[in-house]
């Protein structure tokens, strides 16, 4: 499976936003985040305009046809926009820095709803069980505000007033 972008831009890119890569990272290493990192783009296609170019067999979100940017300009069906590919960079080194941290499991039952220790009492105002799957994982899924930052302008526009009767 094949990452956005490359190894050469991935370095590239980390070292011009001041990132350091850990001691001793291999190409391997910066390769296996960088899939990992493209996964988490990846994620963001219900959100995306347009559709998948190749159809249900390609193996990532983008390219896409008739997809346009949050006011209406076309994206060629044969591009990945940069800052797509820019925020698997910046997911790509999370993972790489902090494995599994943009792909948290949720486990319900671990939830506590009161807490006693001594005299001090504590009751959460909502626990796991509380909470439907969605909500759980929405609950979950980090927000990394660089990566929204780089996305938005390919995501369907949200109208809030709009309501459909």
């Not at 296996?32 to 994620?43: K, M, N, T, Y």
């Not at 209406?72 to 590919?85: C, F, K, L, R, T």
């Amino acid at each position: 499976m094949a990452g956005y972008g490359d190894i050469a831009g991935f370095t590239a890119y980390a070292t011009a936003a001041g990132y350091v890569f850990p001691d001793g990272t291999s190409d391997a290493q910066k390769t296996a985040a960088l899939q990992r990192g493209s996964l988490v783009i990846d994620r963001y296609e219900p959100k995306f305009t347009g559709m998948r170019t190749g159809g249900y067999a390609q193996e990532r979100a983008w390219p896409r046809t008739g997809a346009t940017t949050y006011y209406g300009e076309a994206i060629p069906s044969n591009v990945i926009p940069d800052p797509i590919v820019n925020a698997a960079y910046e997911a790509a080194f999370l993972e790489l820095t902090n494995p599994g941290s943009l792909s948290p499991v949720v486990t319900g039952s671990s939830t506590v709803k009161r807490e006693k220790v001594g005299q001090l009492e504590v009751e959460y105002q909502q626990t796991a069980t509380d909470l439907t799957p969605a909500e759980l994982a929405a609950l979950a899924t980090p927000v990394v505000t660089v990566i929204d930052g780089l996305l938005w302008p390919f995501l369907v526009p949200s109208i809030p007033w709009a309501l459909v009767v």
